[in-house]
């Protein structure tokens, strides 16, 4: 086919960072791009009601509740003594309205043809676009189709998530009230980011999760630190246990909700966060016409070049499943537009860092130990805690780790895992040594301005050596 048979030479479903970051990239190849988007604003979930507005709560939370100054001025310091969920949101809306903006403004700028428009997949070039408050449609021709849909909170038909008494992810945001207990369903990325969230703010918060341990991918190290800065903060962790059923109730304090566990335990509690994860917004796509099926979780099979089993229809983002990350999503995007044209794209996912915005957050790239012990590569570990760094007395942080992980015998750098304050933004020093193979003596030779938090990497740098010997 010629390129006059095509409308555009791509397109994508979905304004998520996953398709924002495709449609860009083909723009700047040259390529007639378009997108569709059937909410009413561009962003996705990502912007408007996921990573934006709960890293921004995390934000308005840690300032007014005045966390990183407790450790200094003690636990009863606040900036504002009656926190509301008013006092929080304002700061979320006008984040969100910002960054809406930001999205259309660099779509428009780089010449994306915007839809607000449902798009299903008529055969492996067409797609029809079923325009949102219209009752009309169109088809158009394209060469290539990213999908972008992204993913939605799992519901269970057991579990009566009404949005007043029993909260997913993607509405906890419209509480009206701060409740005194909450109950997170799920010890996953956003159900531990969540419980941090309402326990900094002084809510009784218990977690329970059917496994073990939290957070499984992440090093066993920092998921401890994380479960005893949980319990430090009053919050009850049910790890190992599993949900039977849960109830809304009515009793002498109102309307609350009841949770059994299968173990027979029973938590009252006044509001609950049910998160198990999220399933792929793939139902309304037309998968079948190109003979293409969702998992039971509506996520999509990729290769590594981000292509589904038809050539030509790439899927990037959440609807891909794990790490489901923003920043990871960015880069899924970029490559498969790449891919698309025969553009050079070289992405190395081993690499991607991984950052989680509980309280304090954690960041990782890289090997855990676990993974190392598994594959029998021999390694060392070197240490260092903030409170032994002036910067972290300064910003009132004693608890901090950042822990780097290195071959025995070549001392090449394998992992770098941080939990405690900029734990996100720290983690790219060691990276970037970890792209270029550096070792773990890089960090001794370097000179780091002084009083940062980037001097861990120094001290952590003489603990393992030190351990060597």
């Known amino acids: ?5 095509f409308d555009f030479d791509l397109f994508v479903i979905g304004s998520g960072p996953a398709g924002q970051r495709a449609a860009i990239q083909g723009a ?3 390529k007639r791009v378009g997108m569709a988007e059937k909410k009413s604003v561009v962003g996705g979930v990502c912007i408007n009601i996921g990573t934006i507005p709960s890293k921004t709560l995390r934000e308005a939370v840690i300032y007014l509740s005045g966390y990183r100054m407790k450790e200094i001025y003690g636990a009863s310091y606040a900036v504002k003594e009656h926190i509301t969920m008013a006092d929080l949101l304002y700061r979320v809306d006008f984040v969100i309205k910002h960054e809406i903006d930001v999205t259309r403004h660099q779509l428009l700028r780089n010449g994306v043809e915007l839809y607000a428009a449902e798009a299903a997949i008529v055969d492996a070039h067409t797609l029809r ?3 949102v408050g219209e009752h009309s449609s169109r088809e158009v021709r394209v060469r290539n189709i990213v999908i972008a849909t992204g993913a939605m909170a799992t519901r269970s038909p057991e579990v009566p998530c009404d949005g007043n008494l029993i909260f997913t992810s993607d509405d906890i945001l419209t509480l009206d009230h701060l409740p005194r207990t909450l109950t997170v369903v799920g010890g996953g990325v956003i ?11 002084g809510v009784r918060v218990t977690l329970i999760d059917q496994r073990d341990r939290l957070l499984p991918f992440v090093d066993d190290e920092i998921t401890d630190a994380l479960s005893y800065h949980l319990r430090d903060q009053r919050a009850t962790l049910r790890l190992g246990e599993a949900v039977s059923r849960i109830v809304p109730i009515s009793d002498e304090k109102g309307q609350r909700v009841q949770i059994f566990l299968d173990s027979g335990k029973q938590i009252v509690t006044d509001k609950a966060l049910y998160s198990i994860g999220r399933t792929g917004a793939t139902k309304s796509l037309g998968l079948e016409t190109v003979g293409l099926q969702a998992d039971d979780r509506g996520r999509l099979t990729v290769n590594a070049n981000y292509q589904t089993d038809v050539p030509n229809i790439y899927a990037v983002g959440d609807v891909i499943g794990f790490p489901s990350l923003a920043s990871t999503s960015m880069e899924q995007g970029r490559v498969a537009a790449c891919h698309a044209f025969g553009a050079p794209a070289n992405s190395v996912p ?3 860092p991984y950052g989680i915005f509980t309280i304090p957050e954690i960041s990782t790239c890289g090997m855990n130990e676990e993974e190392l012990t598994e594959k029998g590569i021999p390694y060392e570990v070197g240490k260092a805690q903030y409170r ?3 910067r972290g007395q300064i910003i009132g942080d004693n608890t ?4 780097l992980i290195f071959h025995l015998e070549t001392r090449k750098l394998l992992g770098i895992h941080i939990i405690g304050e900029g734990a996100s933004e720290l983690i790219h020093i060691g990276q970037t040594v970890m792209a270029y193979g550096g070792e773990i003596d890089y960090f001794v030779n370097a000179v780091f301005n ?3 938090l980037a001097e861990c990497y120094k001290t952590a740098a003489f603990d393992g050596i030190n351990r060597l010997r």
Not at 1 to 5: A, E, H, K, P, V
Not at 192 to 201: G, K, P, R, T, V
């Open 28 to 30: 700047k190849l040259g």
């Open 191 to 201: 159900g531990c980011e969540y419980a941090c969230i309402f326990a900094a703010l």
């Open 450 to 452: 002084y009083p940062t």
């Open 1 to 5: 086919m010629s390129d006059n048979d």
């Open 350 to 352: 081993e690499l991607f």
């Open 129 to 131: 676009l079923t325009m």
């Open 400 to 403: 901090g780790l950042l822990k």
């Open 388 to 390: 032994e760094i002036a």
